[in-house]
Each structure stands twice: as structure tokens, then as C-alpha cells.
T-cell receptor
């Protein structure tokens, strides 16, 4: 069945460092791909999405590109801030949103 | 604020008991999803309802049940509670136009003692 694998955390970075969180997926069809973020004590929030191959999703300085050839959707940010400390979830959704599959989440700590 | 509300925020109960968690989706959203988040198992999809009908089922135990009412709010019922049921329970909703973009509520933290 469909699945999402993301890099294990925690990831600890200093402020202004470059961030990459790897995500790969397995799917039989053509899913949409997402990154959600969960700040401490809150629910998940949609961060960005891409619906087809080569699409780039971006929001709040974060970017991810839908790579069908490598079945990947890695999250990147050029300069992280302390306020980016959170848990990041990669996810895929089957067509028509009947089911969304989440990765295990990657916790990011950013030090001042 | 996602527009999804969940009550209660915290719930503490004993093993063997039964509890009901409530969720109100964003205005106009027809789909409601329930998830369980625990430290050791991450975010687990439990069940989805669309306009009152069950649409998809995930790793939901037989002791758990859910329903979506005509006003579109949903309830998750957990019975014969065990220590291992202690977790955060999230509700999410999505619209018909953007069915795969989910908006999450703040969650209910359940503690079973």
C-alpha cells in the first residue's frame, strides 16, 4: 500500500542554518503531496502542497518539489529561525482526498 | 485558528470507562477525520466521515466508534478504555472543493489512569 518515509529526528540546527528534511513516498497512483507543521501544544497546520510532478510548493520560506523520478518531496528552508522549532509531517493523499497517509514526523529544534 | 473546534481540551478518566470526544468542522466542510497521536505510534488515521456517511476506515479499534450528525459535527466514542489509549485525539475537516487539504483542530488530550 501507499506509504511515506521521512528522516528521523530530532534535527537540531542553529539559527540561520539551512534546513533539509527528507521525505520519500510509495504510491500506486498519482497522489498529492503535503508538508504539515505541528507547533508545541497545537494541531497540525498545512504548510505547503504540490499536486503533480515537478510542482514546487512554498510557504513562509519553506519549499518542496514533487520529484516523481525519485519519489521524493524534501522540505527545505534557506535560513531557519527559532520560531520554526516544531514537528514536520510529510503526507500524501490519494485522489479525491479519501485518505491521507502521514509520515512519522521529524522534530526540529532551532537554537538561538 | 483553523476553524475546527474540539471539546474537551483535556480528559482524565479511569480504565474501563467510556468517553465521548466532540468535533465541529469548519463551516461548510463536509468531511471529518479522526486521528490518534501517541508518542510511540505517531499520527494514526482512525476514520473519516463525509456528509454523515462513513467514507474510510483506518486503524480504529472495535472499542472505538464514531458518527457524524446532520449538523456535520462528529463524535468519537472510546469504550472499555485501557492505559494504552492515552493519547492526543485530533479531528480534521476538509471541503468538497479541496478534499485533500485537511484543517486540524487543537486536539483532545486523553489520559487513562
Amino acid at each position: 500500500g501507499d506509504s511515506v518515509t521521512q528522516m528521523e529526528g530530532p534535527v537540531t540546527l542553529s539559527e540561520e542554518a539551512f534546513l533539509t528534511i527528507n521525505c520519500t513516498y510509495t504510491a500506486t497512483g498519482y497522489p498529492s503531496l503535503f508538508w504539515y507543521v505541528q507547533y508545541p501544544g497545537e494541531g497540525l497546520q498545512l504548510l505547503l502542497k504540490a499536486t503533480k510532478a515537478d510542482d514546487k510548493g512554498s510557504n513562509k520560506g519553506f519549499e518542496a518539489t514533487y520529484r516523481k523520478e525519485t519519489t521524493s518531496f524534501h522540505l527545505e528552508k534557506g535560513s531557519v529561525q527559532v520560531s520554526d522549532s516544531a514537528v514536520y509531517f510529510c503526507a500524501l493523499s490519494e485522489p479525491r482526498g479519501f485518505k491521507t497517509i502521514f509520515g512519522a514526523g521529524t522534530r526540529l529544534f532551532v537554537k538561538a | 485558528d483553523s476553524g475546527v473546534t474540539q471539546t474537551p481540551k483535556h480528559l482524565i478518566t479511569a480504565t474501563g470507562q467510556r468517553v465521548t470526544l466532540r468535533c465541529s468542522p469548519r463551516s461548510g466542510d463536509l468531511s471529518v477525520y479522526w486521528y490518534q497521536q501517541s508518542l510511540d505510534q505517531g499520527l494514526q488515521f482512525l476514520i473519516q466521515y463525509y456528509n454523515g456517511e462513513e467514507r474510510a476506515k483506518g486503524n480504529i479499534l472495535e472499542r472505538f466508534s464514531a458518527q457524524q450528525f446532520p449538523d456535520l459535527h462528529s463524535e468519537l466514542n472510546l469504550s472499555s478504555l485501557e492505559l494504552g489509549d492515552s493519547a492526543l485525539y485530533f479531528c480534521a475537516s476538509s471541503s468538497r472543493d479541496r478534499a485533500n487539504e485537511q484543517f486540524f483542530g487543537p486536539g483532545t488530550r486523553l489520559t487513562v489512569l
